[in-house]
C-alpha cells in the first residue's frame, strides 16, 4: 500500500496549483485522506483534510482558497490551491488513514512530498 503525490512547482504569487496523491495496492478502506505541510526549519503541519463521510477541516491560513475534494473511485484525494501566497512555500505531503486487505487495523500512511514554491 502507498501514495504517488504529484502537481507540486513553482507558480508565482496569485496563481493556482493542483496536488493529486492516489492511493495503490491492496486497500480494504480508505478513512480520512488529506494534505500536510512542511517549511523549511518548521514542523511539519496538517493543511486540509477530508473525511470519508465528506467533512473537511482546512488550517485557518488557507481557507477560501485552497479546495480539498476526493475521487472514492479512484482512492484519489486533490488539493487546489488558488492566490496562492509566498507563506505556502513548501514541501506538501499527502496522508491517508488506510487499512489493507488482511490486516486488522489502519493507519496513517505518508506520500513522498512535492516541493510547491510561490515566488515572483
Known amino acids: 500500500v502507498q501514495l504517488q503525490a504529484s502537481g507540486g512547482g513553482l507558480v508565482q504569487p496569485g496563481g493556482s496549483l493542483r496536488l493529486s496523491c492516489t492511493a495503490s495496492?491492496?486497500?480494504?478502506?480508505?478513512?480520512?485522506m488529506g494534505w500536510y505541510r512542511q517549511a523549511p526549519g518548521k514542523q511539519r503541519d496538517p493543511v486540509a483534510i477530508?473525511?470519508?463521510?465528506?467533512?473537511?477541516f482546512y488550517t485557518d491560513s488557507v481557507k477560501g482558497r485552497f479546495t480539498i475534494s476526493r475521487d472514492n473511485d479512484k482512492n484519489t484525494v486533490y488539493l487546489q490551491m488558488n492566490s496562492l501566497k509566498p507563506e505556502d512555500t513548501a514541501v506538501y505531503y499527502c496522508?491517508?488513514?488506510?487499512?489493507?486487505?488482511?490486516?486488522?487495523?489502519?493507519?496513517?500512511?505518508w506520500g513522498q512530498g512535492t516541493q510547491v514554491t510561490v515566488s515572483s
Open positions: 477530508i473525511y470519508s463521510g465528506g467533512t473537511t
Open positions: 496522508n491517508a488513514n488506510m487499512k489493507p486487505v488482511g490486516v486488522g487495523y489502519s493507519r496513517n500512511y
Open positions: 495496492g491492496n486497500i480494504f478502506s480508505i478513512n480520512h
